[in-house]
T-cell receptor
Framework: DTAVSQTPKYLVTQMGNDKSIKCEQN?????MYWYKQDSKKFLKIMFS???????INETVPNRFSPKSPDKAHLNLHINSLELGDSAVYFC??????????????FGPGTRLLVL | GNSVTQMEGPVTLSEEAFLTINCTYT??????LFWYVQYPGEGLQLLLK?????DKGSNKGFEATYRKETTSFHLEKGSVQVSDSAVYFC???????????FGAGTQVVVTP
């Protein structure tokens, strides 16, 4: 059973398009995250939701809009895609978050290539 | 602010060699510390963690000890295998919501 799943796994698209990446977790966790990994493997958090409420919103262009329809899902919509958006996007989840010790479980990643 | 610094890679080793990946951090308060591993083409997996000073995390032959006096969390394994080839990330989380902060990652290549 996949704990944290993402679709699609690969996404190739043209500049200027709008695309969405979906994430689902079946771990019963109440907190979900989106991370971006650039070509040098550097990972940076983008957003975090707890019980469907946004709790972290890093300095991310407003072309990126997360949506959490329920605790098990956190989708990422990207408008007007740019070349610099090419990266691997990872979804993660954890149970609770305060205190910092909760383990985050990562999805397999979505490899986005903008042409 | 908080930050994590880990040694640059790639680190190339022969099978059965000893592996050390250095990780040091800057943080206020008492963060939790983690090592994640990313195998080629896959997502990140938690390898081990430590939540307070002098804690030792261990898993799959890997170990790391939370050293507050040197603000370090070095990863070690006594005898690596080819299957340990991956990118290893050191990370911290402060005493607050969210924000797992990663180091730049260290690629490890183990040759037969």
């Amino acid at each position: 059973d996949t704990a944290v799943s993402q679709t699609p796994k690969y996404l190739v698209t043209q500049m200027g398009n709008d695309k969405s990446i979906k994430c689902e977790q079946n771990l019963g966790h109440d907190t979900m995250y989106w991370y971006k990994q650039d070509s040098k493997k550097f990972l940076k958090i983008m957003f975090s939701y707890n019980n469907k409420e946004l709790i972290i919103n890093e300095t991310v262009p407003n072309r990126f809009s997360p949506k959490s329809p329920d605790k098990a899902h956190l989708n990422l919509h990207i408008n007007s895609l740019e070349l610099g958006d090419s990266a691997v996007y990872f979804c993660a989840s954890s149970q609770g978050d305060s205190g910092g010790a909760a383990t985050q479980y990562f999805g397999p990643g979505t490899r986005l290539l903008v042409l | 602010g908080n930050s994590v610094t880990q040694m640059e890679g790639p680190v190339t080793l022969s099978e059965e060699a000893f592996l050390t990946i250095n990780c040091t951090y800057t943080a206020t308060g008492y963060p939790s510390l983690f090592w994640y591993v990313q195998y080629p083409g896959e997502g990140l997996q938690l390898l081990l963690k430590a939540t307070k000073a002098d804690d030792k995390g261990s898993n799959k032959g890997f170990e790391a000890t939370y050293r507050k006096e040197t603000t370090s969390f070095h990863l070690e394994k006594g005898s690596v295998q080819v299957s340990d080839s991956a990118v290893y990330f050191c990370a911290l989380r402060p005493d607050s919501w969210g924000k797992l902060q990663f180091g730049a990652g260290t690629q490890v290549v183990v040759t037969p």
